[in-house]
């Protein structure tokens, strides 16, 4: 990469990272602006139907006469569909960044049960819905063993930026970990913040054989406001797998909103008598101490960490740190594995990588770095 567009892209994360650590208005406003825009996720109106997806759950990517395109944020989700209209409707459910072999089952509504499933790649499937004139058809999308409470795995991987022409290699690794049922992303997609950039990574990913749930960093703030949530939905969320509760925030500001605040004490203390993973992008505290890679109050650092410790979260996951460090905050096990691709820290030795973690009921069993390779230059 020569010099130039080396200093335009740093110029682009200090534009959306480094004038928040000065902890301006705009910067905190704009996390607030992300918080309402999250209640937005899920919700979409035309043609006569209408689509709502419970706890805004999926992207709602198109709706027309004959379809609504969804992607998915979570393992399982609840949606209904409604027809205003008065005649039955035939529509096409098309569903992006689903678990593979994931079930589509009909809870409420008056309409034939849904068609058999077509793949059309190991995370993308369809089905044919009839809907009812003036009703509406209620329905719970998810693997057969989401109840399961075996031991699984997932997987992290953050920070690609600059390294999309290279992801497909970080696809193809993730792809031999035949036991890891989904990628979480803890933000820094993508490089400037783009619409066409999102669209980008959201292709490569079509050749992933597992979902990708994600929230945004720094980088994804290009864009005013950032096209993150018409594509991937929400930046704030909690959902539960097999047991296991898993909660994503929006630290891309070096803060969190005080309405997600309002949210996440629903969440930790759902997940107090649960196994709890927290994931975000930016971490409280940078325990490297060489990128500023932190909250930009430490009181709010302090206040998050307090509440995450209280509530027994069991592992904390960050990104924004472009290398592998494992620590603990506030006794709680933490990694930050910002591996995807993006500017390394020179000298550490430590390349291109994606965290796998095994847990279950019982709490974190194992966690294990994986170095695609370690002489990756951007």
């Not at 200093?7 to 650590?21: D, H, N, P, S």
């Not at 995370?123 to 989401?146: C, K, M, N, Y």
């Not at 991937?232 to 605040?261: C, E, H, K």
């Not at 430590?350 to 009921?361: A, D, E, I, K, N």
């Amino acid at each position: 990469m020569d010099a130039e567009s080396n200093l335009r892209r740093r110029g682009v994360w200090l534009a959306a990272l480094g004038l928040c650590a000065l902890v301006t208005s705009s910067c905190l406003r704009a996390a607030e602006e992300r918080a309402e825009r999250d209640r937005e996720v899920g919700h979409a109106r035309g043609d006569g139907l209408s689509v709502d997806v419970k706890h805004g759950h999926a992207a709602i990517l198109g709706l027309d006469a004959q379809r609504a395109f969804l992607w998915g944020s979570v393992p399982a989700f609840e949606l209904s569909i409604g027809n205003s209209t008065g005649s039955v409707r035939s529509i096409e459910l098309l569903v992006h960044n689903v678990m593979p072999a994931a079930e589509l089952r009909q809870t409420s509504g008056t309409s034939s049960a849904p068609s058999a499933p077509e793949w059309l790649a190991p995370t993308r499937v369809q089905w044919q819905l009839q809907i009812p004139a003036h009703g509406s058809v209620e329905l719970a999308l998810g693997p057969a063993d989401f109840a399961d409470r075996d031991p699984f795995e997932f997987a992290l991987l953050s920070d690609v930026q600059e390294a999309i022409g290279g992801f497909h290699e970080m696809v193809d690794r993730v792809n031999e970990e035949t036991d890891v049922r989904f990628v979480l992303g803890a933000g820094d997609l993508i490089s400037e913040g783009t619409k066409g950039e999102l669209e980008r990574f959201q292709a490569e990913l079509s050749r992933m054989d597992v979902p990708y749930y994600a929230t945004l960093g720094n980088h994804e703030l290009g864009e005013e406001p950032p096209p993150y949530h018409d594509l991937f939905g929400r930046g704030n969320y909690s959902f539960s797998f097999r047991g296991v509760r898993f909660t994503m925030l929006d630290s891309a500001s070096a803060t969190i909103d005080p309405l997600v605040y309002e949210w996440l004490g629903d969440w930790l203390d759902a997940g107090r008598a649960q196994t709890h993973v927290v994931a975000m992008h930016i971490p409280p505290f940078d325990p490297s101490g060489t990128r500023h890679g932190a909250f930009a109050s430490k009181n709010e650092a302090a206040k998050l960490l307090n509440q995450l410790a209280l509530h027994h979260v069991d592992l904390t996951l960050y990104g924004h740190i472009h290398t592998y460090i494992h620590f603990e905050n506030a006794g709680i096990d933490a990694h930050i594995a910002g591996g995807g691709g993006a500017i390394p820290n020179r000298g550490d030795g430590v390349g291109r990588h994606y965290l796998v973690v095994t847990l279950g009921t019982s709490g974190v069993r194992e966690t294990r770095l994986v170095e695609v390779d370690s002489d990756w230059d951007f």
